[in-house]
């Protein structure tokens, strides 16, 4: 089945700085997701990215769907406390239904 | 505008038990999925329904585990004779178009805990 590589596993930063993350495929998706979920909450929705090559901001978040359709990245910039969660990449495809997750990149904010 | 419900949040379960898992989605939603999440894991998919209709049970274990969307009411996902192993958290989601276009998007409900004892 499609298997998702999400990196960094975990990443500890001081508030004001800027964290990436990414996730690669091994096969292509027609859409890109970058999800957070806060403890014992459901993911919520950040960004969705519909095109290959196409870079799609939401306030600080900043994500690319690659050209190659097998991979993206998230980028949040001068980060706040309030980042903190763990965030998730998944991937769909047309008529497919299901979302393929990555096993999630938690964010530590020291403040 | 209300978003994915389930209930309950948290459900304790000796072995051997049945557990039920609701999830209403979204007002104007006809797609649902549910996923599991193991600590320390991303969402695995188990079972996409339409109402009234199993579209996709591929990640669904074929033993002990069902599910259903009936016309009325919501989806349930049913775990009988539960184990240890079956202790996770239980995500429902659901989507207006279930796929066919690319910008369909899944809206998460705030989970299911169970532990089994």
């Known amino acids: 089945g499609q298997q998702l590589n999400q990196s960094p596993q975990s990443m500890f930063i001081q508030e004001g700085e800027d964290v990436s993350m990414n996730c690669t495929s091994s096969s292509i998706f027609n859409t890109w997701l970058w999800y957070k979920q806060d403890p014992g909450e459901g993911p919520v929705l950040l960004i969705a990215l519909y095109k290959a090559g196409e870079l799609t901001s939401n306030g600080r978040l900043t994500a690319q769907f690659g050209i190659t359709r097998k991979d993206s990245f998230l980028n949040i910039s001068a980060s706040i406390p309030s980042d903190v969660g763990i965030y998730f990449c998944a991937g769909t495809n047309t008529n497919a239904g299901k979302s393929t997750f990555g096993d999630g990149t938690t964010l530590t904010v020291k403040p | 505008n209300a978003g994915v419900m389930q209930n309950p949040r948290h459900l304790v379960r000796r072995r051997g038990q049945e557990a039920r898992l609701r999830c209403s989605p979204m007002k104007g939603h006809s797609h649902v999925y549910w996923y599991r999440q193991l600590p320390e894991e991303g969402l695995k998919f188990m079972v996409y329904?339409?109402?009234?209709?199993?579209?996709?049970e591929s990640g669904m274990p074929k033993e002990r585990f069902s599910a259903e969307f009936p016309k009325e009411g919501p989806s349930i996902l049913r775990i009988q004779q539960v184990v240890r192993g079956d202790s996770a958290a239980y995500f429902c989601?659901?989507?207006?178009?279930?796929?066919?276009?690319?910008?369909?998007?899944?809206?998460f409900g705030p989970g299911t805990r169970l532990t089994v004892l």
């Open positions: 989601a659901s989507s207006p178009w279930g796929s066919i276009t690319s910008t369909d998007t899944q809206y």
């Open positions: 329904l339409q109402k009234e209709n199993i579209i996709d």
